[in-house]
């Protein structure tokens, strides 16, 4: 990292990325902060407040109930005026949590192409912003009790909100940088698969190398070389976390089409070469096969505030009602009715202890036909019944 550079962030240069990671803070911000770059996504979520957002240069107003996502070609400022604030949590996560579900060349570069867009911002309703906000508090304190990681947490918090921002009113994006170094940089960032060189680049912008090299050194701190490993690392790093990718799959997949360059630029980065950087990610239980049980487990999480049945699932991937329930067993030690009752108990427990609506309005927002089924499922999960839970939060509280 360039000394001049001091808000250019590059975990991962430093060997600490790790795919699956999530990191979740509260702040109460009443003053402007520094410029700087996440080397991750990064969701801003407005609580409370109002401030400007400088990304790239440009200036944008975010109020409570807006959610920003920010990509790595990205350098935000929040700025402030004189006694105003702004409450919001920051959340940023490892390029490994929102490619979980895409395992393969097509789907990956799929999942890249979605996420080439501009300032995505989208606005939710009060009732789901209630929600994120217990949900993420909850999260931050499962994480300060936790001394043994809290991956499913992770999975959870990066599925919701994507899912918001498929479902969340998206709101108009303001008007691109002019300094054509910004599009250099985001072109870099979503084509580093192919076989780009700064030639190529050059020649694509009509600019000279010269240009486009001072031009990525003046906003970045880096090199157009520096930036394009510092990429395909980054994504061949999350995508070591699926155990059926082979080491040169991966490698092909990130645009290194020579074995040995990959091995040498990862082993810069983590100190240790691909294969044994898998080692250590199986040790910590973050490897994932690719299973049916897991697809099938992925898809439930998604979806579990619907009214599924196992004969739905069992339609929708094509297999048997038993093979659905085999597979959920052998992948978590679940089957189909259970699992899904799980994953709607632990969506709806922060509606319960925070929120103003009744159990049986909850009851439906989290899959229900009806509030007694819920209750005692419920109490299965959390070994009391909702109304148990929420007066014992109160009286905490």
Known sequence: MSDTMPYVSANYLSGEYQPQALTIVSQKISSSQP???????????????SARLEINRQSISLVAGEIIELMPYQMQQLTLQTNQTVDLFRVRMG????????????????ALKRTEQYYPIIRVTASELNFLAQFCQEVIRQKQLSNNGTPSLNLAVASYLLHLFQTGVKLP?????????????KYLTFHHQSNISLSKLAALFGASEEQIQRG????SGFTFDQLLNQVRIRNATALLQFSELTVRQIANVCGFHSIGTFYYQFQRTHRLLPGAYRAQLKVNHQLIGVSDGWVIGVYLLEHCSEPLTVAQIAEHFNFSIDTVSDRLQKQFGLTFNPLLNLFRCKLARPLVLASSLTIEQIAVKAGYHDAASFVRNYQKVWLLTPTADRQKYTKRA
């Open 95 to 110: 390029m490994g949590l929102p490619l979980l579900s895409s395992t393969d060349e097509n789907n990956y570069a799929e």
């Open 35 to 49: 410029a700087y770059f996440s080397d991750e996504a990064e969701f801003l979520i407005i609580t409370a407040g």
């Open 173 to 185: 994006s303001p008007h691109e940088d002019v300094d054509p170094a910004w599009q250099w940089l």
């Open 216 to 219: 990525l050194k003046a906003i």
